[in-house]
């Protein structure tokens, strides 16, 4: 059906940036105008797209005249009532974002960095200007995570939430454990089948997963904390051997994004993990993401989808925009308070006082002894070991061997404590490698 | 928090019906005022409860003077806004539903039996009078699946829902593939763990499934079907062998509810399928719902929790109760269309003409040539075999020997003619199965 076939109110649009979700909202809106309409009640009419440089070559077909590189056509156009902002990064984006709500728009983002840096700012600005922000392309792409805490979920008071969020990490981590590659090999392939992008940093580091978690503790807990406080590990330490070990023990490793209350505070990290094989979040493979949710009152609750790429991003970003024009924005907005002084601050748990089993691995140089010698340290600390791998050196005395050392509960604090002794050993190479292990009671 | 110490806007809520879900939902409300509070920014206020037998001992407690047995206290009181329907069956809680509408109530329900078989006259019947129905309990309890395809998926059209909606029937599938059980004895079990009723006849013959994927379809689809016409077949028929056969040839038995676009017309069915090992609803275990969505923009989302219980179910009502309270559930309603002439009828496929592989199962008596004319008779039907699996008679040359052919993809009308034809060869005994293999390449 044409976009403008319809006899019915209509709500004039905008988007402001056409990369791959910018292109994948203008598909959605000017190709399938009788969806969006019988969903919202009304035609959500592309009325203006404004971009930087306007004679780049871009995937989509606009029709002449949509575009434009001046923000004016929007900012000036009192019609134009709800715009997607779907540029990335800091800036330009968070001027932007203030030029539009000043002009009387309500924003939809799929934009984590940006509101896991500037979220209270801008959140308090909409409320303020009486205007609107919704976000649910900023977590987990096509995975409606945003709606179901935030609404669906809205009876219960969330206890924890465990997340893969990142996809391309969750790729790399999968291929590593399918094919055999390096972590090199695997972030070669990530980028070769278009997972990863040319510098995939803040991917692989956690940046990526602990922006989108600040996100999800925000709106699940009230947590106040800024994203670059929450203790964060990236994928770059796990070799494949180490995903080998893991397998041999009964668990696979993921880059795990967890908020959990714990007694009467909030844990917070994001770290590879290990799971053991069979449980849902272990068994996710390929750029996937998944949340596992528990409420007190619905249980766990496990969702899995496309994280990122162009439709399933844009699903989020249009599904934001009909609820906008709609109005139901406007009601979820006003009551969630997000990053608000209204809401009751949680407290956040000390990270050295994070309890938690751990998968250890050194690399040494086969010593009569080194095992009873970080056993020992282990045991000074407070900490009990359930199971150890070692096997003798392939070659010669010189080569270097793993030593694989399962603990089972021990603090944050200890287990760094006892890394900083161990690596203190002659006989112990750098590169040791601290993993916690996911406690699948509370599964 | 007191349900009373909040000094904020309150709205007047009331619940007809104090079983398991309406217990479950009186908790929620008044041990929990501040989290309903800080969803809805007001205070949802229990101010009635009608019940049919006001001395039935419940587990609820509930304050003096708040529980009755006269609906007039609720249809009579003007404050009174939203009220949790949660009766069962058909009668009275149709006529409940209409007075409750009548005298300016917004409605929010569990019961999908009414929806499944009065909901068109329940749905314009709430429209004429500007009164809404929320409805998210009805299927798949704490999977909040009716906001999620609803709204959270709307830029989508759905392409393929496949569920698991009836836990009692999952549950003793599952048990009867881990512990070895008998059907009868899954059946005792589920009673025995309260996952059955006294009498779980609605659950194991596919009864409470196909009411729940009837809402689905509707919402998802606009399919004008009664839940009645969609072909089902129960778990009854499904021995212990058949799962043993099933998991030789790599698959699980799951009971599956399927709503997917054919070509341009809606297959749906509801029946025991084979689902490759490994595959997210083959993996569903115990008493769980789950739920595989797939939309054209977003992809495959899937969707796993408590499909029934107290709190699950009361999780929904709750939200709904919210929903309904900040005016979410109004804006939503009056754009759905649900049960309406309003939507496009989809076509629906003409359930002979659905084309699936089967996997077959036949009791002979151990003859000279019986595969070979089973063979045959495929054949002749244009059917062909995958795969076969025939073992010795144990015993005696009388035994009854099992037959498990496997096909590949033919029309449902070809298999009834097939089972047919094999069922009057005389050494072929009463009992067959025929069951579904779920096309994966799909998945």
New interface residues.
């Given amino acids: 059906m044409e976009n403008n076939s319809l006899d019915m109110e209509r709500t004039k649009v905008a988007i402001v940036g056409m990369g791959t979700v910018g292109s ?1 909202v203008a598909r ?1 809106l000017l190709d ?1 105008g009788d ?2 309409a ?4 009304r035609t959500l009419w592309l009325e203006q797209v404004v971009v930087r440089d306007i004679h780049k070559k871009r995937d989509a077909d606009l029709p002449t005249g949509l575009i434009s590189d001046d923000l004016e056509k929007i900012t000036g156009d009192p019609e134009i009532k709800v715009v997607a902002q779907l540029i990335g990064g800091l800036e330009p984006a968070k001027t932007i974002m203030l030029r539009l709500l000043e002009s009387g728009k309500d924003v939809v983002t799929a934009n984590k960095a940006l509101l896991a840096e500037h979220g209270p700012e801008l959140f308090d600005r909409a409320r303020d200007l009486g205007r609107t922000i919704a976000f ?1 392309a900023s977590v987990a792409g ?3 995570i945003v ?2 805490i935030g ?7 969330v206890t924890s939430i465990r997340a893969i969020l990142n996809g391309t990490s969750n790729y790399i981590l999968s291929q590593m454990e399918a094919a055999g590659l390096s972590f090199e090999n695997g972030v070669a392939d990530a980028k070769e089948k278009g997972f990863a992008e040319a510098d995939p940093r803040m991917d692989v580091d956690g940046t990526d997963a602990t922006q989108k978690l600040a996100i999800l503790a925000h709106l699940a807990f009230g947590a106040r904390i800024h994203w670059s406080e929450i203790p964060r590990t990236g994928i770059e330490g796990v070799s494949q051997q180490d995903i080998h070990f893991a397998e041999s023990l009964g668990y696979r490793i993921r880059l795990l994004a967890i908020a959990q209350m714990n007694q009467s505070a909030l844990e917070l990290h994001v770290s590879p993990t290990l799971i053991r094989i069979g449980q ?1 979040l272990g ?1 996710v493979r390929g750029p996937y993401n998944a949340v596992s949710v528990v ?12 994280g990122a ?1 162009r ?2 991003t ?6 934001d925009m ?2 906008t024009a ?3 924005t406007q ?2 907005f ?4 997000l990053w608000s002084d209204q ?1 009751a601050p949680v407290a956040i748990l000390d990270p050295s006082m994070a309890s938690s089993r751990y998968f250890t691995r050194f690399m040494i140089q086969d010593q009569p002894g080194m095992l009873a010698k970080i056993a020992g340290i282990f045991g000074n600390n407070g900490i009990s070991i359930s199971s150890v791998i070692q096997h003798e050196p392939q070659m010669s005395k010189d080569d270097l061997v793993p030593l694989v050392i399962m603990t089972y509960n021990a603090t944050a604090a200890a287990a760094r404590q006892s890394l900083q002794e161990i690596e203190k050993l002659d006989s112990v190479q750098p590169g040791s490698l601290f993993l916690r292990v996911l406690d699948t009671s509370s599964l």
């Fill in positions: 994948g959605l399938h969806r969006t019988r969903h919202a009640g649910e096509g995975i409606p709606a179901n609404q669906c979920l809205s009876a219960n008071q849902p068994e409420g007190d009152a619905v249980g766990r609750v496990f969702f899995h989808g496309q790429g439709m399933p844009a699903s989020a970003v249009v599904a009909i609820d709609v109005g139901r009601l979820t006003r009551n969630l308070e809401q």
